[in-house]
């Protein structure tokens, strides 16, 4: 049909990621509908919606009050915050404001530095941990190194040393394929988050293209998570439809944060959680259990995306 326009850029991801994004279209269906229910409830605990502070990290130098304050801000507007990169003290003084918050610990070459943060966030009181597996190498396929620390990538029995090291649940961020969802299945993660870290690798898949095939591959194995490009209520609906269980919001969100701090992002987040109510409402959906799968179209085919 040809009515979205191509990303200029064909190897940025997140151009791909957008394109994609604005290349699903909506079925309306009104008969029977009413003002949904955006509650969701995760790992025992009841948020406002399931859009969610993606795992930021280093935002003291740019943002007043960094990732406490964002975390101040999904206290507020009552969802779930993710923390990524970061020491002790930052975790705690995330944690002190009260948010619920899920911790990304990188793949450290230095693997009793993993275990070590796995342990302070339980301590602490983290939601869940996790961890980033698409940071291990540079663009030369190199190990990473992050402000002077060394990565170095998981194998399946790693992770499932890390899993068996703590009694949190346990995401992995940056699953896109069904090669790493199966892995993560037997490893005994509880969630895998579908993300390419805003564009880490070129030519990378968007994660809702990705999304059927790992359902399929997985079923009900893990929750599945989305982020990458949700930068609006009706994103986030896009991903709720195609399957995933709450999505993160990522850079969108940084210029509230700056502008506002916690008050800002708080209303960002009640902007998104509006429009996706709206999306909801509008195609009948009561509750987050009760979106239809048969809901999206593909506009570059004119047909339904079955999944
Ligand atoms: C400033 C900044 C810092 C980030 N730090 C981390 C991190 O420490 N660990 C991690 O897993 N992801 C990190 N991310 C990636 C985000 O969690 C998320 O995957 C990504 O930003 C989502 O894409 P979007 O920005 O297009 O929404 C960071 C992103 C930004 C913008």
New binding site residues.
């Given amino acids: 049909m040809g009515i979205i326009k191509q990303p200029e850029n064909p190897r940025d991801a ?1 151009q791909l ?1 957008r394109a994609y994004m604005d290349s699903i279209l909506v079925e309306p269906r009104y008969l029977g509908s009413c003002t949904p229910d955006i509650s969701m409830e995760l790992f025992g605990k009841r948020f406002s919606s399931p859009i969610m502070i ?6 003291s130098g ?1 943002h007043t009050g960094g990732m406490p304050e964002m975390a101040r801000g999904a206290k507020l507007a009552g969802i779930c915050n ?5 020491d002790e003290k930052e975790l705690s003084d995330i944690l002190a404001t009260g948010a619920e918050t899920i911790k ?1 610990v ?1 793949p450290y070459a230095n693997r009793e530095a993993v275990f070590d943060m796995l342990e302070f966030a339980k301590r602490s009181g983290a939601l869940a941990v996790g961890m ?1 597996i ?2 291990s190498f540079d663009v030369r396929g190199k190990p990473d190194v992050v402000l002077g620390l060394e990565m170095k990538p998981v194998s399946e029995e790693e992770l499932a040393d890390f899993v068996r090291a703590t009694d949190l649940p346990f995401i992995v ?2 699953v896109l394929s069904e090669a790493d969802a199966e892995k993560c299945a037997r490893a005994g993660v509880r969630g895998i ?1 579908l ?5 880490i690798m070129p030519y990378a898949i968007p994660p809702l293209m990705a999304l059927p095939k790992i359902r399929a591959a997985i079923g009900n194995q893990m929750e599945i998570y989305v ?5 609006t209520g009706c994103d986030a609906f896009k991903a709720l439809a195609m399957g995933a269980k709450a999505v ?5 969100i ?1 210029p509230s944060l700056k502008e506002n701090g916690a008050q800002g992002v708080k209303e960002y987040v009640d902007n998104m959680a509006d429009e996706l109510r709206g999306m909801m409402a509008r195609t009948a959906s009561r509750d987050l259990a009760h979106i239809a799968g048969d809901l999206l179209w593909d506009a570059s085919t004119g047909k339904k995306i079955v999944l």
């Fill in positions: 997140n990621t993606a795992a930021f990290s280093h935002l740019t993710w923390a990524g990169m970061g990304i990188k980033d698409d940071h961020k940056g988050l993300s390419h870290h805003h564009g982020d990458c490009g949700i930068e993160c919001v990522g850079r969108s940084l």
